[in-house]
């Protein structure tokens, strides 16, 4: 059984499949707080689901494409079954993770979308650094931009880990704390090989819309 806080069809908001229509299986519970976490309701509770219930739910809206998403979804041990479970059934998934959890254990076909905590978070290098070497070209790693100072931290990280790499790089502005359009201009001026994000979901429904 898995503690599941909800189960929604959207537009993925994020990662390089923003746009595309995807369910979304939203897992409860979290080992960080995040700053300006958006999800502050799945930190604990849910509903108690077994992985065919969950497939079931999910199955209903005829999209083919699921993201599997927290809190941090990997803390509950079954959540490495269910990500079978989709593929088995020929499902493209995105997990999101914080990477505080190990990802080796991982569906290897699974797209792992890894959100490297920077400083404005209150919860940076709390990372398992050894994930990244579990990263593959279909994978992704996202920073979540609230300063300058987080810029040069994410900056930091990716000179560290992510050069040559097989993996694409995101960079998000945190929503209400820095203006996208200085990031942007950052991630310009330094030529940065990395792809600028928006929340999309954010900017169609609102910043406190749930179920989108």
Not at 13 to 35: D, K
Not at 166 to 177: H, W
Not at 183 to 196: E, I, K, N, Q, T
Request: hydrophobic share 40%; net charge negative; proline share 6%.
């Amino acid at each position: 059984m898995l503690q599941v806080t909800e189960i929604f069809a959207s537009i993925q908001g994020e990662t390089s499949h923003i746009g595309l229509p995807f369910a979304f299986v939203r897992l409860a519970g979290c080992n960080l707080r995040c700053r300006y976490c958006d999800t502050t309701y799945a930190y604990e509770g849910g509903e108690a689901l077994s992985i065919q219930e969950i497939v079931s739910r999910v199955e209903i809206f005829g999209i083919p494409r699921v993201t599997v998403t927290g809190g941090e979804p990997l803390l509950q041990p079954e959540a490495f079954d269910l990500v079978t479970a989709f593929l088995d059934r020929e499902f493209v998934v995105l997990v999101e993770t914080n990477g505080t959890v190990p990802l080796g254990p991982l569906d290897p076909r699974a797209v792992k979308v890894m959100d490297v905590k920077c400083p404005g978070s209150g919860e940076d290098r709390k990372t398992v650094w050894e994930n990244f070497s579990a990263l593959t070209a279909r994978d992704e790693v996202k920073f979540v931009v609230a300063s300058e100072d987080d810029y040069r931290y994410a900056k930091e990280i990716m000179g560290k880990y992510c050069m040559n790499s097989p993996f694409s790089v995101l960079i998000s502005p945190a929503f209400g704390f820095l203006p996208p359009e200085k990031l942007a201009g950052w991630m310009v001026g330094d030529g940065l090989s990395a792809r600028f994000q928006l929340q999309l979901h954010k900017i169609v429904w609102g910043p406190d819309a749930r179920g989108v």
